[in-house]
Protein backbone atom coordinates (compact mmCIF):
# COMPACT_ATOMS: atom_id res chain seq x y z
CA UNK A 1 0.00 0.00 0.00
CA UNK A 2 1.26 3.58 -0.79
CA UNK A 3 1.63 5.37 2.08
CA UNK A 4 2.40 8.65 0.95
CA UNK A 5 0.32 11.23 -1.10
CA UNK A 6 1.26 14.67 -2.92
CA UNK A 7 -1.17 17.08 -3.68
CA UNK A 8 0.27 19.88 -6.23
CA UNK A 9 -1.09 23.21 -7.79
CA UNK A 10 -0.23 23.21 -11.64
CA UNK A 11 -0.26 26.67 -14.05
CA UNK A 12 -4.10 26.50 -14.22
CA UNK A 13 -3.75 27.79 -10.63
CA UNK A 14 -3.81 31.49 -12.50
CA UNK A 15 -7.67 30.62 -13.54
CA UNK A 16 -8.44 31.30 -10.03
CA UNK A 17 -7.57 35.08 -9.75
CA UNK A 18 -8.01 36.26 -7.22
CA UNK A 19 -8.98 33.73 -4.55
CA UNK A 20 -5.63 32.09 -5.64
CA UNK A 21 -3.19 34.89 -4.86
CA UNK A 22 -3.21 34.43 -0.98
CA UNK A 23 -3.52 30.11 -0.98
CA UNK A 24 -2.46 26.98 -3.30
CA UNK A 25 -5.61 25.96 -5.16
CA UNK A 26 -6.00 23.12 -3.30
CA UNK A 27 -6.89 25.08 -0.19
CA UNK A 28 -10.47 26.64 -1.94
CA UNK A 29 -13.80 25.16 -0.72
CA UNK A 30 -16.27 23.29 -2.40
CA UNK A 31 -18.72 22.03 -0.44
CA UNK A 32 -18.51 22.23 3.53
CA UNK A 33 -14.83 21.10 2.95
CA UNK A 34 -11.95 22.45 0.69
CA UNK A 35 -10.76 20.76 -2.42
CA UNK A 36 -7.33 19.39 -0.43
CA UNK A 37 -9.39 17.88 2.68
CA UNK A 38 -11.35 15.74 0.23
CA UNK A 39 -8.42 14.26 -0.93
CA UNK A 40 -6.18 13.88 2.26
CA UNK A 41 -9.72 12.46 3.66
CA UNK A 42 -9.63 9.40 1.44
CA UNK A 43 -5.81 8.58 3.08
CA UNK A 44 -6.77 8.83 6.71
CA UNK A 45 -2.42 8.52 7.93
CA UNK A 46 -0.98 9.20 4.77
CA UNK A 47 2.49 11.33 4.64
CA UNK A 48 1.47 14.01 2.91
CA UNK A 49 3.63 16.50 0.26
CA UNK A 50 2.52 19.55 -0.96
CA UNK A 51 3.99 21.27 -4.22
CA UNK A 52 2.57 24.74 -5.05
CA UNK A 53 4.25 28.71 -5.39
CA UNK A 54 7.24 28.88 -3.08
CA UNK A 55 5.87 32.26 -2.02
CA UNK A 56 2.27 30.96 -0.65
CA UNK A 57 4.78 28.52 1.61
CA UNK A 58 5.55 30.87 4.70
CA UNK A 59 1.60 31.07 5.11
CA UNK A 60 0.86 27.66 4.40
CA UNK A 61 2.64 26.07 7.08
CA UNK A 62 0.94 28.96 9.65
CA UNK A 63 -2.18 26.95 9.09
CA UNK A 64 -1.30 23.40 7.79
CA UNK A 65 0.83 21.79 9.93
CA UNK A 66 1.34 18.38 8.37
CA UNK A 67 3.21 16.96 5.81
CA UNK A 68 6.27 18.44 3.60
CA UNK A 69 6.48 21.62 0.94
CA UNK A 70 7.81 21.35 -2.36
CA UNK A 71 10.48 18.69 -1.34
CA UNK A 72 11.24 16.63 -3.81
CA UNK A 73 13.45 14.18 -2.63
CA UNK A 74 10.45 12.91 -0.79
CA UNK A 75 8.99 11.97 -3.38
CA UNK A 76 11.09 8.60 -3.82
CA UNK A 77 8.77 6.33 -2.57
CA UNK A 78 5.76 4.39 -3.51
CA UNK A 79 3.50 7.49 -4.06
CA UNK A 80 -0.11 8.49 -5.32
CA UNK A 81 0.44 12.08 -7.06
CA UNK A 82 -2.97 14.14 -7.40
CA UNK A 83 -3.80 17.30 -9.16
CA UNK A 84 -5.11 19.58 -6.19
CA UNK A 85 -7.58 20.80 -8.57
CA UNK A 86 -9.20 17.27 -8.57
CA UNK A 87 -12.94 17.37 -6.86
CA UNK A 88 -12.44 14.35 -5.28
CA UNK A 89 -15.29 11.99 -4.46
CA UNK A 90 -15.72 9.00 -2.55
CA UNK A 91 -13.28 6.13 -4.45
CA UNK A 92 -11.84 8.12 -7.09
CA UNK A 93 -8.68 7.54 -6.30
CA UNK A 94 -6.93 3.94 -5.57
CA UNK A 95 -3.30 3.72 -2.83
CA UNK A 96 -3.42 -0.37 -4.58
CA UNK A 97 -3.03 -0.84 -7.98
CA UNK A 98 -0.71 -0.69 -11.24
CA UNK A 99 1.36 2.40 -11.88
CA UNK A 100 -0.54 4.87 -14.12
CA UNK A 101 -0.92 8.28 -15.39
CA UNK A 102 -4.55 9.28 -15.50
CA UNK A 103 -4.84 12.59 -17.69
CA UNK A 104 -7.80 15.07 -18.64
CA UNK A 105 -6.86 16.46 -21.66
CA UNK A 106 -3.42 17.87 -21.01
CA UNK A 107 -3.83 17.39 -17.74
CA UNK A 108 -2.31 15.14 -15.37
CA UNK A 109 -5.28 14.10 -12.47
CA UNK A 110 -2.86 12.06 -11.02
CA UNK A 111 -0.18 9.50 -10.92
CA UNK A 112 0.53 6.19 -9.04
CA UNK A 113 4.24 5.29 -9.09
CA UNK A 114 6.37 2.98 -7.37
CA UNK A 115 9.48 3.52 -5.81
CA UNK A 116 11.74 2.42 -8.44
CA UNK A 117 10.37 4.19 -11.04
CA UNK A 118 10.00 7.42 -9.29
CA UNK A 119 13.59 7.33 -8.76
CA UNK A 120 14.23 6.78 -11.97
CA UNK A 121 12.11 9.32 -13.59
CA UNK A 122 12.91 12.65 -10.79
CA UNK A 123 14.14 15.45 -12.32
CA UNK A 124 15.06 18.84 -11.15
CA UNK A 125 11.36 19.78 -10.59
CA UNK A 126 7.53 18.59 -9.87
CA UNK A 127 6.66 19.45 -13.57
CA UNK A 128 9.25 17.77 -15.33
CA UNK A 129 9.20 14.78 -13.10
CA UNK A 130 5.58 14.70 -13.95
CA UNK A 131 6.24 15.00 -17.74
CA UNK A 132 8.81 12.14 -17.39
CA UNK A 133 6.03 9.93 -15.79
CA UNK A 134 3.44 10.50 -18.45
CA UNK A 135 6.09 9.69 -21.17
CA UNK A 136 7.24 6.28 -19.58
CA UNK A 137 3.30 5.15 -18.48
CA UNK A 138 1.44 5.31 -21.32
CA UNK A 139 -1.32 7.92 -20.08
CA UNK A 140 -5.07 6.91 -19.85
CA UNK A 141 -8.17 9.58 -20.14
CA UNK A 142 -9.94 9.47 -17.16
CA UNK A 143 -13.67 11.32 -16.42
CA UNK A 144 -13.25 12.14 -13.12
CA UNK A 145 -13.66 15.96 -12.37
CA UNK A 146 -10.75 18.65 -12.26
CA UNK A 147 -12.18 22.32 -11.71
CA UNK A 148 -10.92 24.34 -14.58
CA UNK A 149 -12.39 27.81 -13.52
CA UNK A 150 -14.04 29.34 -9.96
CA UNK A 151 -17.82 29.35 -11.51
CA UNK A 152 -16.64 25.30 -11.60
CA UNK A 153 -16.87 25.34 -7.88
CA UNK A 154 -20.03 27.30 -7.72
CA UNK A 155 -21.70 24.57 -10.26
CA UNK A 156 -20.72 22.13 -8.39
CA UNK A 157 -21.07 22.90 -5.19
CA UNK A 158 -24.74 21.53 -4.40
CA UNK A 159 -23.67 17.94 -5.59
CA UNK A 160 -20.10 18.27 -3.08
CA UNK A 161 -21.75 19.15 -0.35
CA UNK A 162 -23.84 15.84 -0.86
CA UNK A 163 -21.07 14.27 -1.00
CA UNK A 164 -19.85 15.83 2.52
CA UNK A 165 -22.67 15.29 4.20
CA UNK A 166 -22.06 11.29 3.13
CA UNK A 167 -18.71 11.27 4.92
CA UNK A 168 -19.83 13.22 8.02
CA UNK A 169 -23.05 11.28 8.63
CA UNK A 170 -26.46 12.88 10.14
CA UNK A 171 -27.63 13.56 12.89
CA UNK A 172 -29.55 16.47 15.25
CA UNK A 173 -27.28 16.67 18.40
CA UNK A 174 -27.41 20.24 18.84
CA UNK A 175 -29.76 23.00 20.67
CA UNK A 176 -33.00 23.15 18.19
CA UNK A 177 -35.87 25.20 19.38
CA UNK A 178 -39.38 23.23 19.70
CA UNK A 179 -40.73 25.84 17.53
CA UNK A 180 -37.89 25.70 14.57
CA UNK A 181 -39.98 23.80 11.35
CA UNK A 182 -37.87 21.03 9.80
CA UNK A 183 -39.24 20.30 6.08
CA UNK A 184 -38.61 16.97 4.68
CA UNK A 185 -36.72 14.41 6.08
CA UNK A 186 -34.78 14.88 9.28
CA UNK A 187 -32.31 12.22 8.16
CA UNK A 188 -31.04 15.18 5.44
CA UNK A 189 -30.03 17.02 8.59
CA UNK A 190 -26.43 17.41 10.55
CA UNK A 191 -26.59 19.68 13.33
CA UNK A 192 -23.19 19.81 15.61
CA UNK A 193 -23.53 19.15 19.23
CA UNK A 194 -22.86 23.01 20.16
CA UNK A 195 -24.96 24.43 17.36
CA UNK A 196 -27.78 26.60 18.31
CA UNK A 197 -31.65 26.35 15.95
CA UNK A 198 -34.01 29.50 17.36
CA UNK A 199 -37.51 29.33 17.00
CA UNK A 200 -39.01 30.53 13.99
CA UNK A 201 -36.25 29.02 11.67
CA UNK A 202 -37.13 26.77 8.40
CA UNK A 203 -34.71 24.14 8.03
CA UNK A 204 -35.71 22.25 4.14
CA UNK A 205 -34.09 19.48 3.69
CA UNK A 206 -37.04 18.47 0.99
CA UNK A 207 -34.32 18.73 -1.76
CA UNK A 208 -30.68 18.38 -0.11
CA UNK A 209 -29.04 17.92 3.27
CA UNK A 210 -28.30 20.80 5.69
CA UNK A 211 -24.99 20.94 7.77
CA UNK A 212 -24.76 23.33 10.65
CA UNK A 213 -21.56 23.13 11.95
CA UNK A 214 -19.79 23.56 15.80
CA UNK A 215 -20.98 26.76 17.63
CA UNK A 216 -23.00 28.24 14.84
CA UNK A 217 -26.55 29.87 15.96
CA UNK A 218 -29.04 30.23 13.04
CA UNK A 219 -31.65 33.29 14.53
CA UNK A 220 -35.16 33.67 14.46
CA UNK A 221 -36.97 34.34 10.76
CA UNK A 222 -34.03 32.33 9.00
CA UNK A 223 -34.74 29.76 6.37
CA UNK A 224 -31.62 27.77 5.43
CA UNK A 225 -33.09 25.27 2.06
CA UNK A 226 -30.41 22.62 1.60
CA UNK A 227 -28.26 21.29 0.36
CA UNK A 228 -26.02 23.92 2.47
CA UNK A 229 -23.72 23.98 4.43
CA UNK A 230 -23.32 26.50 7.49
CA UNK A 231 -19.80 26.81 8.74
CA UNK A 232 -18.38 26.60 12.24
CA UNK A 233 -19.14 29.42 14.28
CA UNK A 234 -21.12 31.18 11.90
CA UNK A 235 -23.96 33.47 12.60
CA UNK A 236 -26.93 33.17 10.25
CA UNK A 237 -29.26 36.30 10.96
CA UNK A 238 -32.76 36.57 9.15
CA UNK A 239 -31.19 34.58 5.92
CA UNK A 240 -32.45 33.40 2.90
CA UNK A 241 -30.13 30.98 2.55
CA UNK A 242 -30.87 29.16 -0.30
CA UNK A 243 -29.67 25.65 -1.94
CA UNK A 244 -25.71 25.51 -2.97
CA UNK A 245 -24.41 28.09 -0.14
CA UNK A 246 -21.84 27.26 2.12
CA UNK A 247 -20.52 29.10 4.35
CA UNK A 248 -16.79 28.49 5.96
CA UNK A 249 -15.54 29.20 9.53
CA UNK A 250 -16.85 32.35 11.45
CA UNK A 251 -19.04 34.11 8.77
CA UNK A 252 -21.53 36.29 9.23
CA UNK A 253 -24.66 36.23 6.97
CA UNK A 254 -28.28 37.84 6.30
CA UNK A 255 -29.87 38.91 3.56
CA UNK A 256 -30.43 36.16 0.60
CA UNK A 257 -28.16 33.67 -0.77
CA UNK A 258 -28.11 31.31 -3.48
CA UNK A 259 -25.44 28.62 -4.91
CA UNK A 260 -22.58 30.71 -3.34
CA UNK A 261 -19.10 29.84 -1.43
CA UNK A 262 -17.92 32.17 1.15
CA UNK A 263 -14.74 30.79 2.31
CA UNK A 264 -14.50 32.26 5.68
CA UNK A 265 -14.26 34.80 8.85
CA UNK A 266 -16.60 37.17 5.93
CA UNK A 267 -19.41 39.52 6.71
CA UNK A 268 -22.65 39.74 4.65
CA UNK A 269 -24.48 40.76 8.02
CA UNK A 270 -27.82 42.99 6.61
CA UNK A 271 -30.60 43.12 3.64
CA UNK A 272 -28.84 42.19 0.01
CA UNK A 273 -28.40 39.65 -2.09
CA UNK A 274 -25.46 37.11 -3.13
CA UNK A 275 -25.78 34.39 -5.88
CA UNK A 276 -23.46 32.44 -7.60
CA UNK A 277 -20.28 33.92 -6.36
CA UNK A 278 -17.27 33.07 -4.29
CA UNK A 279 -16.06 35.51 -1.77
CA UNK A 280 -13.12 35.10 -0.30
CA UNK A 281 -11.74 35.59 3.53
CA UNK A 282 -11.78 38.86 5.25
CA UNK A 283 -14.24 40.72 3.11
CA UNK A 284 -17.40 42.94 4.36
CA UNK A 285 -20.24 43.29 2.74
CA UNK A 286 -22.19 46.23 3.48
CA UNK A 287 -25.89 46.62 3.79
CA UNK A 288 -27.73 46.43 0.52
CA UNK A 289 -24.74 45.34 -1.61
CA UNK A 290 -26.25 43.09 -4.13
CA UNK A 291 -24.62 41.58 -7.29
CA UNK A 292 -26.08 40.85 -10.78
CA UNK A 293 -25.85 36.93 -11.28
CA UNK A 294 -27.74 36.77 -14.60
CA UNK A 295 -27.73 38.66 -17.85
CA UNK A 296 -31.14 40.19 -19.11
CA UNK A 297 -30.52 38.80 -22.30
CA UNK A 298 -29.71 35.13 -20.68
CA UNK A 299 -26.64 35.21 -22.86
CA UNK A 300 -23.75 33.24 -21.27
CA UNK A 301 -21.78 35.42 -19.02
CA UNK A 302 -18.39 36.59 -19.85
CA UNK A 303 -15.20 36.94 -17.03
CA UNK A 304 -12.31 38.91 -17.28
CA UNK A 305 -9.20 37.14 -16.06
CA UNK A 306 -5.56 37.45 -17.42
CA UNK A 307 -6.15 40.41 -19.51
CA UNK A 308 -9.09 39.08 -21.28
CA UNK A 309 -12.90 37.96 -21.40
CA UNK A 310 -13.42 34.17 -20.77
CA UNK A 311 -16.67 32.84 -21.81
CA UNK A 312 -18.08 30.87 -19.09
CA UNK A 313 -20.83 29.31 -21.33
CA UNK A 314 -23.06 29.56 -18.26
CA UNK A 315 -26.21 31.70 -17.90
CA UNK A 316 -25.59 31.97 -13.93
CA UNK A 317 -22.02 33.61 -12.88
CA UNK A 318 -21.90 35.97 -9.93
CA UNK A 319 -18.95 37.73 -8.48
CA UNK A 320 -15.26 36.14 -7.89
CA UNK A 321 -14.07 38.54 -4.63
CA UNK A 322 -10.52 37.97 -3.39
CA UNK A 323 -9.45 38.60 0.67
CA UNK A 324 -9.33 41.44 2.25
CA UNK A 325 -12.18 43.17 0.27
CA UNK A 326 -14.47 46.09 1.55
CA UNK A 327 -18.19 47.21 0.38
CA UNK A 328 -19.79 50.30 1.60
CA UNK A 329 -23.48 50.39 1.90
CA UNK A 330 -25.68 50.15 -1.38
CA UNK A 331 -22.76 48.43 -3.72
CA UNK A 332 -24.04 47.12 -7.07
CA UNK A 333 -22.08 44.27 -8.61
CA UNK A 334 -22.04 43.75 -12.17
CA UNK A 335 -22.84 39.64 -14.03
CA UNK A 336 -19.28 38.51 -13.62
CA UNK A 337 -17.69 40.97 -11.74
CA UNK A 338 -13.62 40.39 -10.77
CA UNK A 339 -12.51 41.68 -7.68
CA UNK A 340 -9.18 41.90 -6.62
CA UNK A 341 -7.24 41.33 -3.23
CA UNK A 342 -8.08 43.85 -0.41
CA UNK A 343 -10.24 46.98 -2.80
CA UNK A 344 -12.01 49.12 -1.19
CA UNK A 345 -15.56 49.69 -2.87
CA UNK A 346 -17.74 52.72 -2.49
CA UNK A 347 -21.57 52.69 -3.91
CA UNK A 348 -21.61 55.13 -6.80
CA UNK A 349 -25.57 54.13 -7.40
CA UNK A 350 -24.16 52.65 -10.83
CA UNK A 351 -23.00 49.06 -11.19
CA UNK A 352 -19.02 48.51 -10.12
CA UNK A 353 -17.13 47.67 -13.34
CA UNK A 354 -16.37 44.19 -14.51
CA UNK A 355 -12.78 43.90 -12.96
CA UNK A 356 -11.17 45.98 -10.13
CA UNK A 357 -7.47 45.24 -9.61
CA UNK A 358 -6.04 44.53 -6.25
CA UNK A 359 -5.20 47.05 -3.52
CA UNK A 360 -7.80 50.09 -5.30
CA UNK A 361 -9.91 51.95 -4.27
CA UNK A 362 -13.58 52.44 -6.13
CA UNK A 363 -14.78 55.87 -5.67
CA UNK A 364 -17.30 57.81 -7.40
CA UNK A 365 -17.26 56.18 -10.13
CA UNK A 366 -13.37 55.51 -10.79
CA UNK A 367 -10.28 53.86 -9.77
CA UNK A 368 -7.90 55.29 -7.43
CA UNK A 369 -4.96 54.21 -4.98
CA UNK A 370 -7.18 55.16 -2.01
CA UNK A 371 -5.43 54.28 1.14
CA UNK A 372 -2.14 53.05 0.20
CA UNK A 373 -0.50 49.72 1.46
CA UNK A 374 0.33 51.10 5.12
CA UNK A 375 -2.92 52.02 5.85
CA UNK A 376 -4.63 48.95 4.72
CA UNK A 377 -3.07 46.76 6.58
CA UNK A 378 -3.60 48.89 9.43
CA UNK A 379 -7.34 48.15 8.70
CA UNK A 380 -6.99 44.96 8.04
CA UNK A 381 -5.09 43.91 11.54
CA UNK A 382 -8.47 45.12 12.99
CA UNK A 383 -10.40 43.68 11.36
CA UNK A 384 -8.43 40.49 12.42
CA UNK A 385 -8.24 41.05 15.82
CA UNK A 386 -12.03 41.53 15.80
CA UNK A 387 -12.25 37.71 15.83
CA UNK A 388 -9.46 37.16 17.96
CA UNK A 389 -6.76 36.40 15.05
CA UNK A 390 -3.39 38.16 15.07
CA UNK A 391 -2.18 38.62 11.25
CA UNK A 392 1.38 37.31 11.09
CA UNK A 393 5.02 38.49 9.86
CA UNK A 394 4.90 35.71 6.91
CA UNK A 395 0.80 37.00 5.90
CA UNK A 396 1.94 40.36 5.96
CA UNK A 397 4.89 40.28 3.62
CA UNK A 398 2.69 37.92 0.95
CA UNK A 399 0.28 40.91 0.95
CA UNK A 400 3.01 43.33 0.34
CA UNK A 401 4.23 41.04 -2.30
CA UNK A 402 0.69 41.36 -3.82
CA UNK A 403 0.14 44.97 -3.15
CA UNK A 404 3.78 45.18 -5.54
CA UNK A 405 3.22 42.71 -8.23
CA UNK A 406 0.15 44.24 -8.84
CA UNK A 407 1.58 47.92 -9.36
CA UNK A 408 1.79 48.07 -12.77
CA UNK A 409 -1.31 46.63 -13.86
CA UNK A 410 -3.29 48.85 -10.97
CA UNK A 411 -1.44 52.13 -12.38
CA UNK A 412 -2.19 51.54 -15.77
CA UNK A 413 -6.27 50.72 -15.37
CA UNK A 414 -6.03 53.71 -12.86
CA UNK A 415 -4.79 55.85 -15.45
CA UNK A 416 -7.64 54.75 -17.94
CA UNK A 417 -10.37 55.26 -15.37
CA UNK A 418 -9.35 58.79 -15.01
CA UNK A 419 -9.18 59.33 -18.69
CA UNK A 420 -13.17 58.44 -18.98
CA UNK A 421 -13.75 59.82 -15.93
CA UNK A 422 -12.74 63.37 -17.06
CA UNK A 423 -14.65 62.45 -20.71
CA UNK A 424 -17.54 62.16 -18.89
CA UNK A 425 -16.52 65.47 -16.96
CA UNK A 426 -17.12 63.21 -13.54
CA UNK A 427 -13.15 63.90 -12.51
CA UNK A 428 -12.59 65.34 -9.46
Keep these: MYLKICIFEDQKC ?16 CGKTTLMEKIKREFPGAETIYFFREHLASVFKESVKDGLVNNLKALKDDILIVNGRLLSKKDDLKLEGDEEVAIKGEDIVYARVKKATMEKMLAGSLEETLKNLR ?8 DLTLIEYP ?35 KENLYIAKTAKIHPYVVLDAENGPIIID ?25 GKIRSGSSFGPVCRVGGETEECIIHGYSNKYHTGFLGHSYVGKWVNLGALTTNSDIKNDYMPVQVYFKGEFVDTKTQKVG ?110
Design 135 to 142: DELSPKET
Design 319 to 428: SFIGDHCKFSIGCILNTGSVIGVASNIVASGEPTPKYIPSFCWYFRGRLSRGAGFRRTIITEKRMMARRGIKMTEAYEKLLRQIYDDTKEEREKLIRRSRAKALLRGKYM
Design 14 to 29: DNFYPMTMTRPVFELR
Design 151 to 185: WDLINENSEAIKEDFKALGNGIYGDVHPKCMILGD
Design 214 to 238: EGAVVHPFSRIEGPSVIGENCLILG
